[in-house]
């Protein structure tokens, strides 16, 4: 595809077909979120490929969770059981944890070289014809799964789900660059 092109097909899956990703895709996403630019080249992503078991184990965990909340506890409505369905029905599902010191300044710059490395996976699938959900979701239920996975001391960022899309989604509305540019009357933009 072109650069172009894959900047556009980008968009966010919500439903899946049951078609397998080959390992070979798998293998190619990974190999991109690595070259992804770090601070100070920390490199702070480790990646965790869920087998079927566990992807069910926890979008049951994330329904759970839901249920157990008052409505709008956290003051935002939660998308969380629509994510637990995605988790349960795309190809695979990856969880990018956070390795290192929780110290505020070396935090922030570890979690902007996460996205990075998550939107190299993404943009990566996209390429190779394959769709994808950013599910931060997962954070909801964070401490169940790292006593399920025996994960300690890392920060799970966000999973992200990878398949073949049942249909392509409409592109959502974007906010006016007039709105976005700060300085808009010092920049020349399109
Ligand atoms: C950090 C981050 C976390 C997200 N978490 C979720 C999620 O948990 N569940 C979900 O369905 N979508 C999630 N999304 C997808 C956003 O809802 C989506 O990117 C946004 O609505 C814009 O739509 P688009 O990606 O199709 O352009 C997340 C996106 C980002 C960048």
Redesign the pocket.
């Known amino acids: 595809m072109e650069f172009k092109e894959v900047i556009n097909e ?3 899956t ?1 439903k899946y077909t049951d078609q397998k990703i080959k390992k070979e895709d798998l293998n190619k996403i990974i190999n991109n979120a690595i070259i992804a630019p770090s601070a100070k080249n920390r490199q702070p992503w480790r990646f965790y490929i869920l087998n079927k078991k566990e992807r069910d184990k926890i979008a049951d965990m994330m329904d759970a969770w839901e249920k157990g909340i008052k409505e709008n506890e956290f003051g935002i409505v939660t ?1 969380i059981h ?2 637990a369905n ?1 988790m349960r029905t795309a190809s695979d599902v990856i969880l990018v944890y956070k390795y290192g010191e929780k110290v505020i300044y070396k935090e922030t710059v570890d979690i902007l070289s996460i ?1 990075a490395a998550i939107e190299n996976m993404i943009l990566t699938a996209t390429d190779l014809g394959i769709s994808s ?6 954070r909801f239920v964070l401490d169940d799964i790292n006593q399920y996975l025996k994960i300690k001391n890392m920060d799970l960022m ?1 999973g992200i789900a990878f398949g073949y899309r049942a249909k392509k ?1 409409n ?2 509305g974007r906010y006016p660059k007039e709105y976005l540019i700060l300085n808009k009357k010092d920049v020349e933009y399109e």
């Open positions: 980008r968009l966010t919500l998308t629509r994510s995605i996205g959900t950013w599910l931060a979701d997962v966000s989604p592109r959502k």
